[in-house]
């Protein structure tokens, strides 16, 4: 049963998914926990909280998902390297949420085998990197990869480049495929949110920025000072019993509204990720490519959207700007050169159709770190509440949310007095997920299923007796018109930028492609929005200026679009 927040006015609300909706019940409500951040962690606690029957609240200063929540790997994975940090209950912890993600989000979350290649000379492989791999895997299967319903299997040379046709022949040997799986984690956070707004009540707004903390007896946290960042002379006073801190990499600047001099608790690190055409680097599955004279490996991913794959993930420490990561040209070298370490495909920075850098919360262990470099530091999160009464959880990964979550949302039942109230989203389905696919629209094209589930009648709606919001709407990519109209109406969709960078992927796909459609999706969005000539104007000019920003600070001015058409710079 959702948690009924109590009204400041007598006004009861019906549940909805509108910012102008969700703003009221901030400013009309008294609940029992706030949370600050809207990625993937702050919508988990959000949704565990409600669903266990506490009245809930979220806001986010940007748009939700837009930190690291949209800019990660999108894989849902154990972490085979961890093994080899003997992080042992890590991994069983990653892989037993993976499976409940497969079985809650089938949606959103799919199986996807990956290849591991293995390289020697003269055709014989080192029995040292062969015997090394086959021991992770078999421990990773027995830890809990097994439950995919697939262990993994050494294939030979023949088979590996059916999967990856450019590897190096003249070095490569055999390979072994394992399992895991991928998500659309903006997708994910925004049915997290969706499920705990509609499914049980809670209230959520994005582009709505915690300004300093309310306080009670003893300066205790009793709420907070939220601003309207589209009204910036709005500001609304959002009270509740407890507040919770799950902002990621912006953990201590929120602590910091407490206590101006809070030990810091994080270790940023920076992780980029480029597209290029599977016509440059083709690939049915993923893959696990090793990065020549580096202690690291890349990932291969295809884009379930488009002919696209993309490489990543850099890891290094960073020190800049939290709003804003950037991919520099020297990023792309590093990952395009691991990938043409491995293979004939001679890719070039022209190839690059897309890219994206986001920054991971790692836990600073107090400034003692297991290693100098930020690849060696542990994916574990950590969850305590300050002298304030402020409930932090930090650390973690994408895939961890959910535990992260409970974990989060036990603390806080303590602090209120309900222990009693368990977790229930262990087995909790989230919005949109058909009890199979069989259950799933009839007549939805498969990419619609893969982002809005049992939903994808009623974006399908929204086209009739308007065939131009039945077509794409960016050249190569398969998102609909009725996609935009629906980002409007339903996912709380406020600037160009949400729907072409997180509603759809379009702008990390495919970057030109992206501003191309740019005029013709702010058309759609002015209809639904209330936008006139001069704000569409604003909202394409904008989108358009941080794109050619980004492409300019990652040395891709001179890049060609997926489509094959030349790019001006």
Known sequence: MAGTAQRRDGIARPAS????DNLERLGADEFDVLVIGGGATGAGVALDAASRGFSTALVEKGDFASGTSSKSSKLV????????????????????????????APHLVSVLPFLIPLFGQSGVVSKTVARSYSTALWLYDLTGGVRIGRRHRRIGRAEAIEHFPLLDTDRLVAGFVYFDARTDDARLTLALLRTAVCGHGAAAANYAEVEDFLRGPGKSVVGAVVRDLERPDRRIEVRARVVVN??????????????????????????????????????????????????????????LEGDLVYLGTTDTDYDGDLDDPRCTGADVDYLLGAANGVSGAGLTRADVTGVWAGLRPLLSGGGRHLSER?????????????????????????????????????????????????????????????????????????H?????????????ALAEGRPELSGPVVPGLPYLGAEVRY????????????????????????????VAAAPGVARILAEELGWDDARQTDEVARFSRAVADELATAGLTGARAATGEAATP
């Open 17 to 20: 998914f509108s910012r102008a």
């Open 77 to 104: 994975h154990g972490g085979l390297r961890y093994l080899q940090q003997r992080e042992f209950r890590l991994v069983y912890e990653n892989l037993a949420e993976r499976q409940l993600l497969l079985e809650n």
């Open 246 to 303: 799950a902002t990621g990499v912006w953990t201590d600047a929120v602590r910091a509204l407490g206590d101006p001099s809070p030990t810091a608790s994080l270790r940023p690190a920076k992780g980029v990720h480029v597209t290029v055409p599977a016509a440059r680097f083709p690939a049915d599955i993923g893959g696990v490519i090793p990065v020549r004279k580096d202690r690291r490996s890349i990932f291969v991913v295809p884009w």
């Open 374 to 446: 930020t690849a060696d530091l542990s994916r574990r999160h950590k969850v305590w509440r300050d002298d304030d009464g402020v409930v932090t959880v930090t650390g973690g990964k994408l895939t961890t949310y959910r535990k992260m979550a409970e974990d989060t949302v036990d603390l806080v039942a303590r602090t209120l007095g309900g222990s009693g109230r368990r977790c229930v989203t262990r087995h909790l389905r989230l919005e949109g997920s058909p009890s199979s696919r069989r259950n799933a629209p009839g007549d939805a094209p498969d």
């Open 448 to 460: 619609l299923y893969r982002r809005y589930g049992d939903r994808s009648d009623a974006v399908l």
């Open 487 to 514: 980002a409007a109406r339903e996912e709380m969709a406020v600037h160009l930028s949400d729907v072409l960078a997180r509603r759809t992927r379009a702008s990390i796909q495919d970057a030109r492609a992206a």
